[in-house]
């Protein structure tokens, strides 16, 4: 949407026996509210009289702002009847309605193959031909197998029933027989001629009353966001002085001429919705069955001061300007914005009318206060490493919210700097860093340690040991000036690490800790910031080796009593290991045995009836009765270390769950 203002014309009344101003109705802008987030209020005040209406003249861009927000009321005891306007259909939709397409870029033959059948008058030659069209024939001419030439043939049956062929490069006039077809090309001419124009629709507002009444019209449109601009001048001692200025632009078609000015600081909801242009929906098919800018600002500049008395007073006590520090002489300057809290918002009333030419800028004075201050330097090693900041630590006493904006700080006379804030509410504290400071200089050491554990937890067959990452980092300061200083240290916040001991922060951000330091002229100090990392381990007591018992007395995680209930652990792990070496060495032994018992087997099965044969199957069947011994006692011993593994097992199981501490080593 492009940035604009409703144009609106009055609507002339003629009547007889009233001055000219009395015959029209004129709504001129006399009321503007300019936001943060891109749009305007703007009020329009007129009188008309009668039963008259008054037309609103609308960029299509504002259409859907306009019927958003548009406010209607009759002061004067009549009433708005009712509100009309020019509705809206796609360049494609209107375009739609027709058989034909002039966008085709094909010219005449292009437009005339589309309207078959259609009645025309010709003009070829200097003579007059009637009938109908049949075709357009494209003929190409060739020159060594090259198109060079195009030519189109109408094909016309006339009136005469002849069916005749002419050049389109012949025919001076095409007159079409249809009246509905003619006024059809003509619209849709109008059509596409509006595409390429600045396109506006009317707003046409009725009212009906009696006598002469004022109207008043309020609208909502998209507008430049206004914006904030400060000097910061320092003068000694004293505190120093703020001026802001608002820069407001008036990007309209027409001249802002003493009206009510207010800017509001905050960015209330807003949005754009489409419901100027209709809206279709589709339904199911059913088959049936079977200028230069003004300078003055509500009077002359000399006018500001007061009543005309009181301007001579203070013209006479100017004339001796050597006498006054420039603080001085710009808070003589008036501002001319009263403030006042609006919910979130904070809303600068001009208390003089306004004037902008149309596609002009202004600055209008908002702020002329002194202010809490103090100068200090400021350290932050992600801005500079080397050197602090000269900064101005101010406080809002104006008793305004400051919008947001740039500051150019002057120290007496001499250009000092600039900075930036956001905004800033009523009795908020903020630093402007403005420029170096070369007479500090700053540098950094920094040193991490771990400390011990501080609490030990054992439940449930876990030991969890809690210590801390101690880290500190040791600004060193040297103030090369013969003056003091205080030079505010930024410390960055990081997650989880917290401050251990030492001087408190003076302020807190969600950035960063602000520590102050005082430092005496020709003379350095030293500022160390501690911080504590809480951090923890855990460790299965179920796999629990004699090295990490070792481990936990040095570093003093566990006492005697402790140390004895470990070693029980261990010991019952060790048994446990134990038998379940010996099951496997059983199981070994019993699969030797099976393995060999098969080849026995297979021995007998290969041997004859010789008396040889005979004793070794003898011999075999021997060997295999006493490895079936064997087995009966493995089956035995197996059957014994089971059980007591199981029992082994469940000892364990209790000594972890009857472990249980809690304590700081």
């Not at 009206?259 to 905050?266: C, N, Q, R, T, Y």
């Not at 754009?272 to 509500?298: A, L, W």
């Not at 150019?408 to 006379?413: N, Q």
Request: proline share 2%; aromatic share 8%.
């Amino acid at each position: 949407m492009k940035c604009s203002v409703i144009m609106l014309t009055a609507l002339i009344v003629a009547v007889a026996g009233l001055s000219a101003a009395e015959e029209a109705a004129q709504l001129p802008v006399t009321k503007v509210i300019l936001y943060k987030h891109g749009v305007g209020y703007f009020e329009r005040r007129g009188f008309v009289l009668g039963s008259r209406e008054v037309a609103l003249s609308v960029k299509i861009d504002d259409m859907n702002d306009v019927l958003k927000s548009l406010m209607a009321l009759d002061l004067g005891g009549g009433s708005v009847a009712s509100i009309s306007y020019g509705s809206s259909k796609t360049i494609e939709r209107l375009l739609s309605e027709y058989s034909f397409d002039l966008r085709k870029d094909a010219g005449m033959p292009g437009m005339l193959a589309q309207l078959q059948g259609a009645g025309v008058e010709l003009k070829v030659g200097g003579k007059t031909i009637r009938g109908k069209i049949v075709s357009v024939e494209t003929r190409n001419e060739t020159r060594d197998k090259e198109i060079v030439r195009q030519r189109f043939k109408l094909a016309v049956f006339t009136d005469d029933d002849e069916l005749r062929s002419f050049d389109t490069s012949e025919i001076t006039s095409v007159e079409f027989a249809d009246d509905k077809l003619r006024s059809d090309i003509a619209r849709a001419l109008e059509i596409l001629f509006s595409a390429h124009m600045r396109d506006t629709r009317t707003v046409t507002i009725q009212t009906a009353g009696e006598g002469r009444r004022e109207l008043l019209v309020g609208y909502v449109v998209e507008a430049p966001v206004w914006k904030a601009t400060y000097r910061l001048v320092l003068s000694g001692e004293d505190d120093p002085l703020l001026q802001g200025w608002a820069i407001v632009d008036n990007t309209t078609d027409e001249d802002w001429t003493d009206i009510d000015l207010s800017l509001v600081s905050g960015m209330p909801v807003s949005f754009i919705m489409n419901i100027y242009d209709p809206r279709f929906k589709e339904r199911p098919f059913i088959d049936i069955d079977g200028g230069e800018m003004r300078t003055d600002v509500g009077g002359d500049w000399e006018d500001w001061g007061g009543e005309e008395e009181e301007g001579k007073a203070e013209a006479e006590e100017a004339l001796d300007v050597k006498k006054l520090r420039r603080d001085e002489l710009l808070e003589r300057q008036q501002a001319l914005a009263g403030g006042r809290e609006l919910g979130q918002l904070f809303e600068y009333s001009i208390d003089r009318p306004v004037s902008i030419d149309r596609n002009n800028s202004a600055l209008i004075p908002i702020v002329n206060a002194r202010v809490e201050a103090e100068r200090v330097s400021l350290y932050n090693e992600g801005l500079r490493y080397d050197n602090p900041m000269s900064a101005i630590r101010m406080k809002n006493t104006t008793g305004l919210t400051l919008e947001g904006g740039a500051v150019t700080v002057y120290d007496g006379d001499t250009y000092a700097g600039e900075s930036l804030f956001d905004t800033v509410k009523k009795d908020d504290q903020r630093y402007l860093a403005y420029a170096v400071d070369l007479g500090t200089t700053v540098s950094t050491k920094f040193g991490s340690s771990k400390q011990a554990a501080y609490r030990v937890q054992i439940r449930r067959g876990t030991m969890i040991t809690h210590y801390k990452l101690a880290r500190t980092k040791t600004y060193t300061l040297k103030n090369l000036d013969d003056r003091e200083k205080i030079v505010i240290i930024e410390h960055p916040v990081e997650p989880e690490w917290k401050l251990a001991g030492g001087a408190e922060p003076i302020e807190t951000t969600d950035d960063h800790y602000r520590f102050e330091v005082e430092l005496r002229a020709r003379d350095g100090a030293e500022w160390t910031v501690k911080e504590e990392l809480p951090r923890s381990t855990s460790y299965s007591i179920a796999n629990v080796t004699p090295e990490q018992i070792e481990f936990f007395v040095r570093q003093k995680y566990i006492d005697k009593e402790l140390q004895q209930a470990l070693g029980r652990i261990v010991d019952i792990k060790n048994e446990i290991a134990g038998l379940e070496r010996k099951l496997k060495e059983l199981e070994r032994d019993r699969r030797r045995i099976f393995q060999d018992q098969e080849r026995l087997r297979a021995n007998i099965r290969a041997l004859g009836a010789t008396a040889e044969e005979n004793e070794l199957r003898s011999r075999y069947v021997e060997k295999m009765n006493a490895q079936e011994d064997a087995l009966k006692r493995i089956d035995t011993s197996v059957k014994d270390i089971t059980d007591n593994l199981a029992e082994a097992r469940r000892a364990l199981d209790a000594a972890i769950e009857a472990l249980s501490a809690d304590y700081e080593p």
